[in-house]
């Protein structure tokens, strides 16, 4: 009777085991067969080519491909701020490229942190402040405000130039303020388009060092672009991409 108990208690303990690591396999964004066409003048531009990706929890993932092979398109995909011509894009469960504009703006905003090339501070506000702001604009309570800017700053190592504004700051350093301001809602997934393109190696260097950091403490994934064949090691996954589609 005993051993019946104890073999109970290790298929359920199997189970549980098995759950955990199904769920850890569930992509956080999956991409089916993914076009996207324009129209220019009388002709049709085809600029995504039945795109297949996934991108999983806690994972780096590095979209590879030269100036015009349609990678910035498809991030702009990911990320809702353009539809796909055919195919879906699924995320963290739902059907994102098949909501209204409302709902995938409701999910951004919640969800998403989304980092740029340029940077995209606001020029006369403090880090401190650009931080702050990204936490109201997500509807973040007042009584968080303090400490998640203290600790998203703290994290991409900027404690002592927190109250220095954009022009005060080096490259390097205003990419870490944009990055500490993209995880202050606690998003799932970071999209990042070139962002150590303005860097020199020693900055990228550290931007990647910032982002595995982030992925391992704030528990997010990150989608990024870039042609920078010096960073591409660190990469969970690289996609290469060449004239609309993965190689």
């Given at each position: ?115 740029f090339q340029a940077f995209a501070l606001m020029p006369l506000l403090s880090a401190w402040e650009n931080v702050e702001l990204s936490l109201r604009m997500a509807g973040a309570p007042r009584s968080e405000w303090k400490g998640r800017v ?98």
């Amino acid at each position: 009777m005993e051993e019946l108990h104890d073999s109970a208690h290790m298929a359920a303990d199997i189970a549980v085991e098995e759950t955990a690591l199904d769920s850890s396999r569930t992509a956080l964004l999956t991409v089916n067969q993914v076009e996207r066409m324009f129209q220019v003048g009388g002709n049709t531009l085809h600029v995504l080519k039945g795109i297949q990706m996934e991108v999983h929890p806690n994972q780096l993932v590095m979209l590879k491909g030269r100036s015009g092979s349609g990678k910035t398109t498809l991030l702009n995909c990911l990320g809702g701020l353009d539809t796909p011509s055919k195919g879906e894009i699924l995320f963290n469960g739902l059907t994102f490229s098949k909501m209204s504009d409302d709902e995938r703006t409701q999910v951004r905003r919640k969800e998403m942190g989304f980092i740029f090339q340029a940077f995209a501070l606001m020029p006369l506000l403090s880090a401190w402040e650009n931080v702050e702001l990204s936490l109201r604009m997500a509807g973040a309570p007042r009584s968080e405000w303090k400490g998640r800017v203290e600790q998203c700053l703290e994290l991409v190592g900027l404690e002592k130039r927190m109250h220095h504004r954009p022009f005060e700051l080096s490259g390097g350093e205003q990419q870490r303020v944009a990055i500490a301001k993209a995880i202050a809602h606690k998003p799932l997934l970071l999209l990042a388009d070139e962002p150590t393109a303005e860097l020199d190696t020693g900055m990228s260097a550290q931007i990647m060092s910032v982002f595995q950091t982030i992925i391992r403490t704030e528990n997010v994934s990150i989608c990024m672009t870039t042609h920078d064949p010096t960073i591409l090691e660190v990469a969970d996954h690289v996609y290469e991409m060449v004239d609309g589609k993965f190689m």
